[in-house]
């Protein structure tokens, strides 16, 4: 079993930084690449980005691309989100995944462990 706990949001003004970051623990051996994905009223959860565990490839969503940063710490287990020029329509709430498939991927079906979530708000 594998746990993951966000951390990090809340409300910013457009043009603002936030910095998300979440936590595993237990199998996580298992973990083939990390993700974010976000979740906003009335909509589908949407990739964000995604870090391969190994190699540390990454991978962007193009509505985030050039803004948002994601990292790992793969000494604590720990993955970032960094997210600098927030618009309004990044307000959603963000969800930490962890895949243990064979190949990384952006879709959300290929991650098997998912943590609580976190919300961003951004206001105008």
């Known amino acids: 079993q594998v746990r993951l706990v966000e951390s990090g949001g809340g409300l910013v003004q457009a043009g603002g930084s936030l910095r998300l970051s979440c936590a595993a623990s237990g199998r996580t051996f298992t973990a083939i690449a990390m993700g974010w994905f976000r979740q906003a009223p009335g909509k589908e959860r949407e990739f964000v980005a995604a870090?391969?565990?190994?190699?540390?490839?990454?991978y962007y969503a193009d509505s985030i691309k050039g803004r948002f940063t994601i990292s790992r710490e793969s000494a604590k287990n720990t993955v970032y989100l960094q997210m600098n020029s927030l618009k309004p329509e990044d307000t959603a709430v963000y969800y930490c995944a962890l895949s243990s498939g064979v190949v990384v991927t952006t879709t959300h079906g290929g991650y098997d462990y998912w943590g609580q979530g976190t919300q961003v708000t951004v206001s105008s």
């Open positions: 870090i391969s565990w190994s190699a540390g490839t990454k």
